[in-house]
């Protein structure tokens, strides 16, 4: 029954056509199949990237599109590497991403040791702390944004419970000092379960027969965690790092629910930045320019954190 619809599919086929497929080798099906999905891949990323970059060596707005761009060559990221503001947001998307990797990585593996220990009830409470990765970031802000509230929020009566300070006295997401600790803790909260499960998979690759063997040597867990666990598991950790470096650089969605950049400047990460920059000031010439910095920015780091990865998985 299977075979009926090949036939008829093959002899509906006109012959010239048949003669050719015939005399493709290999290589060219291949790349006959492939070929759809790289032109795709080309005109959705490879050439907004291109044009991109020329447009960053023009003074083009695209709310003038009848205004003809001049060329300004190398003005855009002059104006841009000696900007204080935008070091200000490239200050403020550091410790966004330093702050957010550090708890997410700590608590992250913390759950996963725990949780591979296979105690009754572990898959039920892996279900439970990985729910928050499934939500959407829009969800999340809305979420934590009614958390945060120093009226009705939950957030405030719990820290004022455990601290004895009043709730209404002070705000996660309207005061300078405490709002950008407000949006680390919302993306710890989200992201640690994806960190959680990659730590898990590496616990979880780690064959027993060589804490078996440990035991024979009658090495103590202390020194089994130093000498078998952490080794193995580093190069799960480090694309955890990697995975939450790259999304974090570009977060933009849960901070502008949270707290939309404010309050003034504080939690302007560069992605907000080049937003205004791009489609509120229609500096379309030097955003593009903006853009080309973060991109090889994350580009390189990432190249060197890749290499370094490479030479831990080797060992």
Known sequence: MSIKPIERAASATPQSVARKVRGLSDRAIAWLFVAPT?????????????????????????????????????????RILTDDDIWVTMQATAHFLFWTIVLQVLIGFTLAYLINKKFRGSDLWTTVIVLPMMLSPAVVGNFWTFLYQPQIGLFNYVVGFLSGTDPSGFSMIGE????????????????????????????????????????????????????????????FLMLAVLFRGIENFKMFDLVVQLTGGGPGSTTELTSINLKREAFEKWRTGYASAYAVILFVTVFGLASIYVKALNKVKER
């Open 38 to 78: 790289i032109l795709l891949l080309l005109a959705i990323n490879i050439f907004p990237l291109i044009w991109t970059v020329r447009l960053s060596f023009t003074n083009f707005r695209v709310n003038r599109p009848n205004r003809e761009a001049d060329f300004v060559g190398l003005r855009n990221y002059e």
């Open 176 to 235: 300078v000092a405490l709002a950008p600790w407000a949006i680390v803790i919302v993306d710890t909260w989200m992201w640690t379960p994806f960190v959680m499960l990659i730590c898990l998979a590496g616990l979880r690759s780690i064959p027993e027969s060589i804490y078996e063997a440990a035991e024979c040597d009658r090495a103590s867990k202390w020194r089994q965690f130093w000498t078998i666990t952490i080794p193995m598991v580093l190069p």
